[in-house]
């Protein structure tokens, strides 16, 4: 069964993968180990987990001006996740995304993008649309 | 979005493809957050240490580096934020001749760029501090936080990248906290507690960054009886930027935008309490009081020369444990007041060191910890303990003076 989000209209390209979800904020400077792909910070929600090639899920972005950079960085080294949704995103993540030509997108219509998508959801990400649509997981 | 004949030609590629990147870049960022237009600029900061950009981002700069200078240098003052290393000081700290030459790489095509290389993140006090109403395109959040709330300028977070296609545009787009809509207040706080020095600001400001929440909010703060001083509002605003991601606050009576609180419209907004308790939580986890401390570090914000010579007040006559480092971060022109006025020389006396345009955070913090076996980090700063913990470290929370004096013991006092 697939289910249709809209949201704002976002930034990058169409990409699909598999959801990796938290009620938790981003960071790419504070939460990450950037060599290693996964979430270094002790009190993270998805502490310990990789991040590479997932369509990364949050509440809204923190931090410092770092991120920016740091997704172009990680795009690069072939270690990033593929998009990353957020009810809010911050400026600093959306510039990131432009630089990397990562997808992201925001403010989704339904409400809470963390409720709305569950990890290992496979979703699809429409930014130039405004648009995602979810597979459920073992549905 | 609506393009001037001038954006247009550099859209186009008229005027080379260092600016039609930039505002290609710029359509895409004004788009995601609904910009109509672009808003001139009259000064960009660009936040590019080599550990954020990485080798991607170095061959990027050289890319633009390497076109004709017409195409190249930047249309308005840019400036730049702490660098990842201080090409004085490297190899004592662990960092490497790789981490080195991507500095070196980064700094020669700067400057073809002909970007300022002032390497601070607290060039509000040093180098040209905008005046209310201007537009500006800044990057580090404590900058940002701190021009627009104290200076009443008009910046959003702008990272590296919009900083630097700001720089070779002149403009940025017209959306968030250009707009006067952005700036009113959306969440009140009183505070019953006063602040008392640099690190009980930061908490404070920690507090209300964390309850405020996002980028989109702008807290207003009542109940200051004090008007703090420079140093003091930028430990505040600086940690509220880290925890929230905010990037404007007001103060009733006290910044610019707010002489009352009905001129950010706080009059409309129902008040929360800043309680004893939030501010204990906040401290709880940045404890440790007895644990031995392998290194202690004034940064994040970067020392003022004010700052500089407290640190140097504290350390005279004293001397170092033998199993602690200490390292102070200082913009370059701080630096070479400080040591004109002996200050460098009297903190470095008492075996400590101080590092010339870097950010202890911002120059490869997981590698130099590792390097040096430093796992027990103590500050004064509230920011610079929150981001570390990604890090590696445990970091700890002191004020300046048991920072220094912990600093002696060996242990956290």
Request: hydrophobic share 35%.
């Given at each position: 069964m697939e289910e249709e989000l809209k949201c704002h209209v976002g930034i990058g390209g169409v990409v699909e993968g598999e959801a990796l979800v938290a009620n938790d904020n981003f960071s790419a400077r504070y939460d990450l180990d950037r060599i290693k792909g996964v979430?270094?910070?002790?009190?993270?929600?998805?502490?310990?987990?990789s991040y590479k090639d997932k369509i990364l899920v949050f509440n809204t972005a923190k931090g410092g001006v770092a991120s920016a950079w740091m997704l172009h960085e990680m795009t690069a080294r072939g270690i990033a996740p593929k998009a990353i949704l957020f009810n809010a995103a911050n400026t600093i993540l959306a510039q990131g995304a432009a630089l990397a030509g990562m997808a992201m997108c925001d403010?989704?219509?339904?409400?809470d993008v963390t409720t709305l998508i569950s990890t290992g959801d496979f979703v699809t990400v429409y930014p130039e649309q405004g648009r995602v649509v979810v597979k459920r997981k073992g549905i | 979005m609506k393009l001037s004949p001038l954006e247009q030609a550099m859209l186009d590629g008229e005027m080379g493809a260092a600016r039609q990147w930039a505002v290609r870049h710029q359509l895409q960022v004004g788009r995601m957050f609904d910009a109509k237009d672009m808003v001139e600029v009259s000064q960009a900061h660009m936040m590019a240490d080599p550990e954020s950009i990485g080798v991607a981002g170095v061959a990027l700069f050289e890319a633009f580096a390497a076109l004709p200078e017409t195409e190249r240098r930047v249309h308005i003052p840019m400036i730049t934020d702490p660098?990842?290393?201080?090409l004085s000081y490297y190899q004592p700290l662990g960092q490497t001749e790789e981490m080195a030459d991507l500095e070196r790489r980064f700094v020669a095509a700067c400057l073809k760029l002909g970007?300022?290389?002032?390497?601070?993140?607290?060039n509000y006090q040093t180098i040209m501090p905008p005046v209310q109403g201007e537009n500006v395109a800044y990057g580090d959040t404590g900058v940002v936080i701190y021009s627009n709330s104290v200076c009443g300028a008009r910046s959003n977070f702008e990272g590296g990248p919009s900083a630097l296609a700001a720089g070779l545009t002149g403009r940025t787009p017209r959306y968030g906290l250009h707009l006067?809509?952005?700036?009113?207040?959306t969440c009140r706080f009183v505070i019953r507690q006063q602040p008392e020095g640099l690190t009980d600001g930061g908490v404070l400001g920690a507090v209300i960054g964390r309850k405020a929440g996002s980028y989109w909010e702008v807290p207003v703060i009542e109940g200051v009886e004090r008007v703090p001083n420079s140093d003091e509002i930028k430990h505040m605003g600086a940690a509220m930027a880290s925890y929230g991601s905010t990037p404007l606050f007001h103060i009733v009576g006290?910044?610019?935008?707010?002489?009352?609180?009905s001129d950010v419209s706080g009059d409309k907004l129902r008040s929360k309490e800043v309680t004893k308790s939030d501010i204990d939580e906040l401290r709880r986890p940045f404890g440790a009081k007895g644990e031995k401390v392998d290194v202690v570090v004034f940064a994040a914000p970067q020392l003022s020369l004010v700052e500089m010579q407290q640190v140097a007040n504290l350390c005279r006559g004293k001397t170092i444990h033998s199993g602690t480092d200490l390292l102070v971060c200082t913009p370059p022109s701080v630096y070479v007041d400080a040591e004109r006025m002996g200050l460098v020389d009297m903190i470095e006396t008492f075996g400590a060191k101080v590092l010339q345009g870097t950010c202890f955070y911002q120059q490869y913090a997981r590698e130099i910890g590792e390097a040096n076996g430093w796992k027990r980090l103590l500050s004064n700063s509230t920011k610079i303990v929150n981001i570390l913990g990604g890090y590696g470290y445990q970091p700890a929370l002191a004020s300046m003076e048991d920072c220094i004096a912990s600093a002696v013991a060996g242990e956290i006092i």
């Open positions: 979430f270094s910070r002790p009190t993270h929600a998805l502490a310990g987990q403010r989704f219509a339904d409400g | 660098r990842g290393v201080d970007i300022l290389l002032t390497d601070t993140c607290i006067d809509q952005h700036r009113q207040a006290i910044t610019p935008e707010c002489q009352t609180l």
